[in-house]
């Protein structure tokens, strides 16, 4: 596993939600990052549920019209 010099201040995903078992899997890496940096493991669930409610707000309602 690599090694933080600090926190990070963004986190950003691509394509997991098509992913089999994605929560489950980033859960784990999170909490994995968050002890490496001496951080409670809990915090990853409020991670995810924040990055899940914003996702969903900033997700196109439609698709884009084609060029």
Known sequence: M????SAPKIIT???YG???Q???VLLRE??????AQGR?????????DTFSR??????PREAPSAL
């Open 30 to 35: 999170l909490e994995a990052v968050l002890v």
């Open 18 to 20: 098509t992913l089999v």
């Open 40 to 48: 409670d493991k809990a915090e990853a669930s409020a991670i995810l």
């Open 54 to 59: 914003h996702s969903r707000r900033l997700e």
């Open 22 to 24: 994605w929560y489950e």
């Open 2 to 5: 690599f090694k933080l010099d």
């Open 13 to 15: 995903f691509d394509c």
